[in-house]
């Protein structure tokens, strides 16, 4: 049961990290998000930085969760948690990111010049098809947080 708690608590700074850096980019340079709106891209650059910070957090995510099962599971064990931790971010992106923020509360510094011309922003099955390719990108990311796992432990 302790492991599951760690899982959970690994999962959740790693859902809030994200989601902090998400809502930074987006508050003080949204147009870096143009492009996953459908409309033209702007500022590439910016968004290529924040991409790769996103995912440097989940793969830390990812290898505190194989770190700390690992010798308690195995490798198989580690994988799964590593694994989980990118399912669980993509359940959070989809629930709390784009249901709540984007369609719920729409807070008025969420704007893109042209987002209203955007054919899916407030879109939920947009959002939840965007969420689907997470569950497979996931499991590479979980097959290298497992190796960083086994070579440090």
Not at 17 to 37: C, H, N, Q
Not at 87 to 95: E, K, N, S, T, V
Not at 108 to 125: A, K, N, T, V
Not at 132 to 149: K, V
Request: hydrophobic share 65%; with cysteine.
């Amino acid at each position: 049961m302790d492991t599951l708690l760690l899982l959970a608590a690994i999962s959740l700074i790693t859902c809030l990290v994200v989601t902090v850096i998400i809502v930074a980019s987006w508050r003080f340079k949204p147009g870096m998000w143009a492009a996953d709106l459908g409309l033209p891209r702007q500022d590439a650059v910016a968004g290529a930085v924040v991409a790769v910070v996103t995912v440097a957090v989940i793969l830390g995510g990812s290898v505190a969760a194989s770190v700390a099962v690992i010798e308690e599971f195995g490798v198989l064990g580690a994988l799964v948690a590593a694994w989980s931790v990118m399912i669980i971010f993509g359940l959070w992106d989809f629930l709390i990111i784009d249901w709540l923020l984007f369609i719920g509360l729409k807070p008025s510094w969420f704007y893109i010049e042209g987002m209203e011309d955007s054919p899916h922003i407030y879109q939920w099955q947009h959002h939840a098809k965007e969420s689907i390719p997470a569950l497979f990108i996931g499991i590479p990311i979980a097959a290298i947080a497992t190796g960083i796992a086994a070579l440090v432990t």
